[in-house]
Each structure stands twice: as C-alpha cells, then as structure tokens.
C-alpha cells in the first residue's frame, strides 16, 4: 500500500513563530484596538514576514481568531475530569473574571470583526464557540447522567442561559460580572445538589 498523503512544500511551521504572531496579534488587540492589529502591524512586532502570515492564515479575521483562541485556552481551560458541576461553575466564574480584563475586549472585537467583514458570527462559532460549547455539554449531559446536574432541560438550553446571560451582562453592563455572580448563576440553572 503507498502513501498518497498530500506533499507538503516549504518549510513545516514553526511553533516558536507561530507564537510570535499570534502573542503579538493579541497583544495588539487589547492594547490598541482592532484598527491598530493588521497584518502589517502584526509582521512588524511580531519580526515575522507578512508573506509567512498570509501563508499560514487565509485572512486578518483568521489570524484574530486564532490569537483570541491561543488566549483561551490558556485563561479558560475546561477540566477534563472532576464533578462536572464544579467543572461548569470554575469555568463560568473565571469566564466572568476574563470578559472584565483585556480578554472581554478582545472577544468583543473579534466578534465584531467577523461580523462586519462577513455579516455574521459562523467564523468566530465555527473555530472557537461551537468548539467550546460541545465539550461543555458534554459536561452537563454527564452531571444530569451521575445526578450532580439536577436541572432536566436539554444541556445546551442550560449552557445558553449560564453563558449567554454572563455574555449579555457584559456587553450591555446591566451588572457587574463577578466569579460570585457567575457562581450563583450557575447553581441557579442547574439547580445544583
């Protein structure tokens, strides 16, 4: 049997400059705005070459989204193991903490930005929010299942409600958001123990 996997050309990337441009895609993003974070700005900080980037990102909103992704997944990391209330309601706390540091500045104009040049959101869900939200209802279905998840409604019901109520808090300021706030909201819908 032969191989007739894809040959690849060109040098395989480099994990050290992808950091390089996605560290310094973020770092723009919270400290000077979203009009500040082109791809020129990025090759300049960055000390990477602006063909290197259009080579591994089909576009600007690519290289936000996955700069916003890297940040993620470091500030909001979901357990992989534990009593899955606790898992949801540590994730929802710190995600509260996160949307009042540079982090809920940066989602917002990523979100934005996908929005203006496309006219919706599917980018920024298919690469970061779909992603996120499955592994949490895979969560919540297992906290109904061993009964630390007492609330009966569909765990993506119960996921939109906790998630999307922090999010609109943020965006609109009615309130607020702290790791307590978010704490009680989750207890709250999933009805814990």
């Not at 509260?96 to 934005?112: E, H, P, R, T």
């Not at 779909?130 to 569909?154: F, H, M, N, T, W």
Request: hydrophobic content about 40%.
């Amino acid at each position: 049997m032969t191989d007739v996997s894809p040959v690849r050309r060109g040098r395989p990337r480099s994990v050290e400059t992808e950091d390089a441009i996605l560290e310094s895609a973020y770092r723009m993003m919270a400290a000077q705005g979203l009009a500040a974070t082109t791809i020129d700005a990025i090759a300049r900080d960055s000390g990477v070459s602006k063909m290197t980037i259009y080579k591994w990102w089909p576009s600007r909103e690519a290289v936000l989204i996955d700069a916003f992704l890297r940040q993620a997944s470091t500030m909001l990391p979901l357990s992989e193991s534990g009593d899955p209330f606790m898992r949801i309601t540590k994730h929802a706390a710190a995600y509260a903490v996160a949307l009042n540091s540079d982090f809920g500045k940066v989602q917002l104009a990523v979100i934005a930005e996908c929005i203006s040049r496309t006219g919706s959101a599917k980018i920024f869900s298919e690469r970061y929010l779909g992603i996120r939200r499955d592994i949490s209802l895979a969560i919540i279905k297992d906290g109904q299942k061993d009964g630390s998840i007492v609330a009966s409604e569909p765990a993506g019901d119960l996921y939109d409600r906790i998630y999307g109520t922090l999010f609109y808090e943020y965006v609109f300021g009615f309130r607020p958001l702290t790791a307590d706030y978010a704490r009680k909201l989750v207890k709250s819908v999933l009805s814990a123990r």
